[in-house]
């Protein structure tokens, strides 16, 4: 399972500051984690845009094509 983080606003907007998620087939990159955590509509669509959020991978800045996998911890931040 993956790890994800949310930090500052996000954890109100959200409703948690944390979660272990394991990913769909079809989430491998950052941009394909932001686009299906989107999918729950709401606050989710808004808040995790993708000029809205940093996102790191294992503690590292990463960029929309960086990969993903299920043993990761990811960072959401505002």
């Known amino acids: 399972m ?3 983080l949310y930090f500052a606003d996000l954890v109100d907007r959200l409703g948690r ?5 394991e990913f769909p087939s079809e989430v491998t990159t950052v941009e394909s984690l932001l686009a299906w955590l ?3 509509a ?3 669509e808004q808040a995790l845009q993708a000029d809205a959020v940093r ?3 294992n503690k590292q800045f990463s960029v929309a094509a960086s990969p993903v996998k ?3 911890e990811i960072a959401l931040v505002p």
């Open 70 to 72: 299920n043993q990761d």
């Open 17 to 21: 500051a944390s979660e272990d998620v």
């Open 55 to 57: 996102v790191t991978v």
């Open 42 to 44: 709401g606050d989710w």
């Open 2 to 4: 993956a790890k994800l």
């Open 38 to 40: 989107r999918r729950r």
